[in-house]
């Protein structure tokens, strides 16, 4: 049976032939510095989760390429966050990279100016002022902050628009049902890849590579062992659109439950999940550029990702529990951060692969297949960023 035209209408692929992004954008310095000034410096980035802000004057830095932001809970417990920069020569405020405030006041290390933890200058120690001078003319450097779901966000635009929860891709998964807010870090996995930012995103847009790269996920979730993300990125989809084996409807293998080295839940189950998200063993949703965070039936996992040049990246994993299963001793949760981890490690050395052969003087573009239609969708978000700053003609 040929399928007819409005289940062709439902085929993921991309039907024309489509470059990827030119090489140097990989690997160029000042490519790498276009994309911070049009993405890094213009998007929502996950610093943290609240809980590690949790008591008044916590603190913690962050930096993304030049650009240090110290995001501090303050003294009435309201979060906010500033440019890590003195308003009095530029010097750098925190030293540490997260800590507790000694005091109800950030003060420069160099010449002791102070400021409040709402950003106001308080205190300036020079025995005169000059004329015309007002404190109230140079507070802190504010810089934008939104929270979604217990996990802080900032935004370096003077003028950044919407929030943390209207950067998730639309089509993203809808993880309402998970209790996202009330969960505690089990596990933390950092690591330097030796790849450029946008490499680690096209990975993550495919499953080409799942068979070769990704033996153990490719038979927990048999659709990846078919180079396949979904039913719908197989063109003869419709031939087995009644078929629910995983192989062809996607979800986990019969029998297994979660991510994990035994396919098996490890913890209590998530108590306000659907059928259909039990099922289907995860859940993604994406802020590009900076996060990802997965949903599962017993624990959430999240991904964040720093630029550190052109051809490195800082990849920061966390798996996160329920509280009760984090203290139960027969939960097993090495089981569970080992599979994720060995995913994250096959990840990441692949992409330092594809890294090492772009520098070829010959290879001036890539050229994207059918099933990387999500490259694809990738790669017009990046151009769009890009056209979006540059000088008018």
């Known amino acids: 049976m040929q399928p007819d035209q409005s289940e062709r209408d439902l085929y993921n692929g991309l039907t024309r032939l489509e470059?990827?992004?030119?090489?140097?954008?990989?690997?160029?310095a000042d490519a790498y510095q276009r994309d911070l000034d049009a993405i890094w410096y213009k998007s929502w980035l996950l610093v943290c989760r609240e809980a590690d802000l949790g008591q008044p004057l916590a603190f913690r830095t962050f930096r993304v390429g030049t650009q240090e932001i110290v995001v501090l809970r303050d003294d009435t417990g309201e979060l906010r966050a500033f440019h890590n920069t003195c308003r009095h020569r530029g010097s750098q405020l925190c030293q540490e990279s997260e800590g507790r405030l000694k005091a109800r006041l950030i003060t420069c290390p160099y010449h002791a100016w102070s400021y409040s933890?709402?950003?106001?200058?308080v205190r300036v120690p020079s025995k005169s002022l000059p004329e015309g001078f007002d404190k109230a003319d140079h507070p802190l450097y504010r810089v934008a902050l939104s929270v979604w779901?217990?996990?802080v966000f900032v935004n370096l635009a003077e003028d950044a628009g919407g929030s943390a929860e209207t950067s998730f891709d639309p089509a993203s998964g809808n993880l309402a049902n998970w209790p996202l807010e009330t969960l505690a870090s089990g596990h933390v996995l950092r690591k330097v890849m030796n790849c450029n930012w946008k490499i680690f995103w096209e990975n993550f847009n495919e499953c080409l590579h799942c068979p070769g790269v990704h033996k153990d996920l490719s038979r927990l979730v048999p659709i990846y062992g078919r180079g396949l993300m979904g039913r719908h990125d197989d063109p003869e989809w419709a031939l087995h659109a009644d078929n629910d084996a995983p192989e062809f409807s996607g979800g986990l293998r019969a029998g297994a439950e979660t991510w994990s080295r035994d396919g098996q839940a490890h913890g209590p189950v998530?108590?306000?999940?659907?059928s259909a998200e039990r099922a289907a063993g995860q859940t993604y949703a994406t802020s590009l550029p900076s996060m990802f965070i997965v949903g599962h039936v017993d624990y959430v996992r999240t991904v964040r990702l720093v630029p550190l040049g052109p051809e490195q990246t800082e990849l920061t994993a966390e798996w996160l529990f329920p509280a009760e299963a984090l203290a139960a001793p027969q939960a097993d949760i090495d089981n569970i951060v080992a599979f994720g981890r060995q995913v994250l490690e096959e990840d990441a050395a692949i992409c330092e692969v594809n890294q090492k052969g772009l520098r070829s003087l010959r290879h001036e573009a890539g050229v994207l297949m059918p099933e990387e239609y999500d490259l694809h969708r990738f790669h017009e978000w990046v151009r769009e960023r890009h056209s979006a700053v540059s000088p008018k003609a």
Request: glycine share 14%; aromatic share 18%; no cysteine.
């Open 270 to 274: 998530f108590a306000g999940l659907t």
């Open 19 to 28: 470059p990827t992004l030119p090489s140097p954008a990989y690997w160029d």
């Open 149 to 151: 779901r217990g996990f």
């Open 117 to 121: 933890l709402r950003g106001d200058l």
